[in-house]
């Protein structure tokens, strides 16, 4: 009787720690909103980077940032005391941090464009060969092999 018992508590005890482990604390966005914040800020700091804050020397870069970031906010609907109290949350837990850079990094290779890829470093060529290529030019490989098949010349002897 005192096992089933036991067994019951070890249950009840793991069901509310499973179910615990699913609710945020108050005021804490959830992870998909978290994500989608986050993938914002990223894209906006890579076009102030890109594209704002070098085209004008003039401008205060921490005012500006200041000011896409809290677009951002107003887009999503939350302010900044939500998402700074969000992003230190999940900071201190690092399993459910990982989960939402994980999937930012699987985004983010989601949305590459095609024709930005690198060229493959060995591309066909029309003789059933293939010769290495970097950056869509044939390596010097190829033109040392045509040197090589120019005969040396003799070599003249010294007295």
Known sequence: MKKLLFICCLLSLLFYSCSKRNNLPKGILPREKMQEVMWDMIRTG???DGFVLNKDSTLNKTAQSLKW???IYQVHGISKD???RSYYYYQ???VLMKRILDSLGKKGMTNVDPTQQEQPLISPDTSNQ???VLNGNVLIQDKLDSVKKLKRPH???VQ
Do not use: G, S, T, V
Request: avoid cysteine; charge should be positive; glycine fraction near 0%.
């Open 46 to 48: 890579e076009f102030l």
């Open 69 to 71: 970031y809290d677009k």
């Open 82 to 84: 939500q998402f700074i």
């Open 92 to 94: 201190a837990h690092p």
């Open 130 to 132: 293939q010769k290495p």
């Open 155 to 157: 070599r003249l002897k």
